[in-house]
T-cell receptor
């Protein structure tokens, strides 16, 4: 079974630009989560998508947004990039927590975003 | 909101010894507590988890205990091996919201 995949592996942008990160969940998983892992700050929850809808959002500004497609893959967009957005962005997926009573989240390898 | 604190931040043990990492959480509604292992440059890997209706769970050399009254849970690694060297994260989640709140991580170094 293929795990969660993310692209690109690395992304270098300049301040003020926009970044788009992509995630494909494990087959059969319907929920996708995005987390930010900044150096020294641990893992911070960004967004949760389920069945194409945004279900929950962490304490991040509106310039962090995303969407989930009908095939359950997801995209994270970061607008007006700032230097402090440099981090590893991790995507995770899970089965439908409401239907399957499953809480387990499985992570992808991440996209390393560097803002210069 | 939920707050998870994790201790210690670094832990150095001799190969073969045991390692214990402790986490406390603030929200009594949290009901699922996973542990992740993250090796350098790799993704966080779910290694064990426990639900609030269970006090202890074991899987080979690793075990997790939960004390709901005190709102703390711990990871125990026995007979540590060099490949156990990694950063370990605890997390907590509520019944609704599906948002994992992570502890700050523990860097474990197993010395041969």
């Amino acid at each position: 079974e293929a795990g969660v995949t993310q692209s690109p592996t690395h992304l270098i942008k300049t301040r003020g630009q926009q970044a788009t990160l992509r995630c494909s969940p494990i087959s059969g998983h319907t929920s996708v989560y995005w987390y930010q892992q900044a150096l020294g700050l641990g893992l911070q929850f960004l967004l949760w998508y389920d069945e194409g809808e945004e279900r929950n959002r962490g304490n991040f500004p509106p310039r962090f947004s995303g969407r989930q497609f009908p095939n359950y893959s997801s995209e994270l967009n970061v607008n007006a990039l700032e230097l402090e957005d440099s981090a590893l962005y991790l995507c995770a997926s899970s089965l439908d927590v409401y239907r399957d009573s499953s809480y387990e989240q499985y992570f992808g390898p991440g996209t390393r975003l560097t803002v210069t | 909101g939920e707050n998870v604190e994790q201790h210690p931040s670094t832990l150095s043990v001799q190969e073969g010894d045991s390692a214990v990492i402790k986490c406390t959480y603030s929200d009594s509604a949290s009901n699922y507590f996973p542990w992740y292992k993250q090796e350098l440059g790799k993704r966080p890997q779910l290694i064990i988890d426990i639900r609030s209706n269970v006090g202890e769970k074991k899987d080979q050399r690793i075990a997790v205990t939960l004390n709901k009254t005190a709102k703390h849970f711990s990871l125990h690694i026995t007979e540590t091996q060099p490949e156990d060297s990694a950063v370990y994260f605890c997390a907590a989640i509520k019944a609704a919201g599906n948002k994992l709140t992570f502890g700050g991580g523990t860097r474990v170094l197993v010395k041969p």
